[in-house]
């Protein structure tokens, strides 16, 4: 399963704070048959990280759990944004 490893504070929504938490943090980039069953709507992932790797929300709390980061968990999970978060390419790297 391909992953991306978070390298720099991605630009969103979120607080710097928040967003900070994303460092080093790795996440499993959605399937193509995830996407497929369940395609994001243009409006749900319209972001500054346009054109970037798109991956889960519910893996993305996961990792950020994982890691000990649970105050950016929880304000993802409060977050009503859809299935998917995406993290522009320039902020990450393919592991």
């Known amino acids: 399963m391909?992953?991306?490893r978070v390298?720099?504070?991605p630009p969103g929504i979120a607080e710097?704070?928040?967003?900070?938490?994303?460092m080093n943090i790795e996440i499993p980039l959605?399937?193509?048959?995830?996407?497929?069953?369940?395609?994001?709507s243009d409006t749900s992932i319209k972001t500054q990280n346009a054109g970037g790797y798109l991956v889960l929300k519910k893996k993305a709390i996961e990792a950020l759990r994982e890691s000990g980061k649970?105050?950016?968990?929880?304000?993802?999970e409060s977050l009503p944004i859809g299935r998917y978060l995406r993290f522009?390419?320039?902020?990450?790297e393919i592991i």
């Open 30 to 40: 959605a399937t193509d048959e995830e996407i497929k069953e369940d395609p994001p």
């Open 2 to 4: 391909r992953k991306i």
């Open 88 to 92: 522009g390419k320039e902020y990450c």
């Open 7 to 9: 390298l720099k504070t």
């Open 16 to 22: 710097k704070y928040i967003r900070d938490q994303w």
């Open 70 to 76: 649970n105050e950016a968990a929880s304000f993802w």
